[in-house]
């Protein structure tokens, strides 16, 4: 096989990988199968690049740049969808139109995903163009972001039209949307509110990379062009899910009008357990020459209608504002609620986010306020009746002081967030902090539960994490509910703890803004405890992800005597404060430092990093005399340029650091 194919054959494989994996959700092979014949692909690539495709599978990584993005003019303008809110007024429309076409009329029943809309032209069966719907005439061109949307296909499976565009909609699961929000919790950054605008605002991202670690998914629901293969929606529908495209199941024909209220109000039920967020129901006229004869209004098709599913809001009094201490000090106001049904479950609380929401909101003590379920687990108030108010109601104060311990409450320039400073007395906090400690993703004690913790905290055993180590069984003994067996198994838990790698242990220590891979990344520049505590700020700075914010928290943490006592001791008892020994593909590299600088084009800097330690070589910090080589990509700027002053060190570009390698 020449390289060509090889190359061709690699991409079709992935392609169809992809699409099991993401239309159908059927994977046949491993992440980490796929992952190494990417990676394997991604290498001939760049050995070869005269072969390389704009479609290929590696293009799903992002890493284009977008400072503007062009404004395109739609060949088919994307109109809007009329609303109805009640089935009488559905009745209505389907009488007109059955009135208007004289004769049997069939019905697509359809989900209205609620997300962003998308406009994808494909030419050759390859996808060439993404853009916004805009004002529905133009709309932003948006190629780069979308092609790192997983279930949109880049390349058609035997497409019989030549120029086709397919439009969609372009959404976040719940899952995904959770895990951005816990990813930004993790690094201090405001959570978003609900998938709909989470996805919108992705699309928009300049960084396509960024976009593609949102993980966003696109349904399609038209497809328009000439000499289609189709003459009807259903057709359409099936055919576009020949081609690739990933098109829910929930689609249904439906011959009698009883079909389509059936279909309405099971899913006006279901919704709550699909995976992503639907607004409402589509009914479309199915066959295209029944539609030419409706044709359109100056805003939307006639021949289609949204039922709007009622947004699934309650009117209820708040009763009161109660706060909750995290473990890092964050403070949140929740409200306390008189009990209402909402979307099938009785709410008593909702979040109310931080000070500003409160004070947007100008909510007072006694309001009677609307309640609403959207793609968040907690359910949220996003209004207040006015002409409910009580008379002299009192607005709503953010608490000054933590309600736990009574501390003043400080709150950083530009965040949202009110913080309880008074770390080491705040009993929430205390409790928090051990409780993450002993958590599944740190130290993993699993026979630790947080009643225990309360305990141990009450009694006075453990009032920070490294008193843990000095517990023993018959310490444990005295505590309510707590049988022989159980102390042992705890002791045990702890006592296997000190096997717990490096990054867990520096991740459990909970230090503001360091999550998991945050704490990992860390791990791998700074190897040990003693570096990691005496990396300066711009060091530490040096690595990816870490930004001022970050640098600060750790530097602040390693600064403070308590903390350096308490390591102190959980050295001295055994866990792990050095990573683990990674085992080396070869010693090319032994006592040679690098550098990179400038944008890369052919690995990341992870990657890069990975190749020299791998090799046993050490990555610098800066450039200095000691450095041997520097490896420069696109854009290098004053570290190049300080090389070549110094003189003594090598400067490579990414080929030839490469070289050297084989
Ligand atoms: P609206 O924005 O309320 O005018 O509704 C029109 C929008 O609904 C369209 O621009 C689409 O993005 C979106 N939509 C979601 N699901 C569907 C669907 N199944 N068929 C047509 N449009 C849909
Ligand atoms: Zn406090």
Redesign the pocket.
């Known amino acids: 096989m020449s390289i060509e194919q090889k190359i061709k054959a690699l991409s079709q494989e992935l392609d169809e990988h992809n699409y099991k994996y993401y239309v159908l959700d059927q994977p046949e092979i491993s992440d980490f199968e796929f992952d190494m014949k990417l990676k394997a692909l991604q290498e001939l690539e760049n050995e070869y690049p005269k072969f390389a495709d704009p479609h290929s599978p590696t293009q799903r990584v992002g890493g284009v740049i977008t400072k503007n993005f062009p404004t395109v003019v739609h060949q088919y303008r994307?109109?809007?969808?009329?609303?109805v809110y009640e089935i009488a007024e559905l009745q209505e429309w389907l009488e007109r139109v059955k009135k208007d076409l004289g004769e049997t009329v069939e019905f697509v029943c359809?989900?209205?995903?609620?997300?962003?809309?998308?406009s994808l032209t494909y030419e050759n069966a390859t996808l060439a163009q993404a853009v916004t719907?805009g004002d529905?005439y133009q709309g932003d061109e948006i190629t780069a972001n979308v092609k790192t949307i997983k279930s949109i296909p880049l390349k058609l499976k035997d497409a019989e039209a030549n120029e086709i565009f397919a439009?969609?909609?372009i959404i976040l699961t719940h899952e995904a949307f959770h895990k951005i929000n816990q990813e930004r919790e993790e690094l201090g950054l405001e959570t978003f509110m609900n998938p709909r605008n989470t996805a919108s605002g992705s699309l928009k991202l300049q960084d396509s990379a960024e976009v593609a670690k949102r993980e966003l998914s696109a349904?399609i629901?038209?497809i328009y062009g000439k000499n289609l293969p189709f003459d009807n929606q259903w057709a359409m529908l099936q055919t576009a899910r020949k081609w690739g495209f990933k098109i829910p199941n929930s689609?249904k024909l439906c011959l009698a009008e009883q079909e389509i209220f059936n279909f309405i109000a099971f899913w006006d039920k279901q919704r709550h357990d699909l995976n992503y967020e639907?607004?409402?129901?589509?009914i479309?006229v199915n066959q295209f020459f029944q539609q030419n004869e409706l044709g359109y209004t100056a805003?939307?098709p006639r021949w289609?209608i949204?039922y709007?599913f009622k947004a699934e809001q309650a009117k209820t009094r708040l009763n009161e504002v109660s706060y909750q201490v995290g473990r890092t000090g964050a403070v949140t106001p929740v409200a306390n609620l008189e009990p209402v049904l909402l979307a099938g479950t009785t709410v008593k609380r909702a979040s109310l986010h931080n000070a500003d929401i409160i004070k947007n909101l100008k909510i007072c003590l006694g309001d009677m306020v609307y309640v609403e379920k959207g793609g968040e687990i907690i359910p949220k108030i996003v209004g207040v009746s006015l002409e409910d108010r009580p008379a002299n109601a009192q607005a709503v104060e953010f608490t000054k002081t933590c309600p736990a311990c009574a501390t003043p409450l400080v709150r950083t320039e530009g965040e949202a967030v009110h913080y309880c400073p008074n770390e080491d007395g705040c009993p929430p906090q205390i409790k928090g902090k051990i409780e993450h400690f002993v958590s599944r993703k740190a130290m993993d004690m699993e026979s630790i539960g947080s009643e225990t913790i309360a305990q141990l905290y009450e009694v006075g055993l453990v009032q920070k994490i490294s008193d843990l180590y000095h517990l023993q069984v018959e310490d444990l003994l005295p505590l309510e509910r707590m049988a022989q067996k159980s102390a042992e198994n705890i002791i045990n838990a702890i006592e296997k703890s000190k096997k717990i790698p490096f990054e867990k242990v520096l991740y459990g220590l909970g230090i503001r803004f360091v999550g998991e891979t945050v704490a990992k990344k860390l791990v791998e520049a700074f190897p040990n405890l003693k570096l990691l505590q005496n990396a300066k700020p711009e060091e530490l700075e040096e690595v990816d992800t870490v930004g001022t914010r970050i640098s600060k928290s750790v530097v602040d943490y390693f600064s403070q005597k308590k903390h350096m006592e308490m390591l102190e001791d959980l050295m001295n008892q055994g866990l792990q404060f050095e990573a683990a020994e990674k085992e080396l593909t070869s010693n090319k590299f032994e006592n040679q430092t690098f550098l990179f600088t400038g944008k890369l084009a052919e690995f990341t800097r992870d990657e890069a990093k990975q190749l020299v330690e791998e090799n046993g070589g050490k990555i610098a910090s800066s450039v200095t005399k000691n450095l041997n080589f520097l490896i420069v990509g696109e854009k290098a700027g004053s570290k190049l340029k300080k090389a070549q002053d110094l003189g003594s060190v090598q400067i490579l570009t990414e080929l030839e650091f490469l070289e050297l390698l084989k």
């Open positions: 994307m109109y809007s969808l009329n609303n359809e989900l209205k995903f609620d997300g962003a809309s998308i719907r529905g439009r969609g909609e349904f629901y038209g689609a639907i607004d409402g129901v589509v479309k805003k939307s289609a949204a709007k």
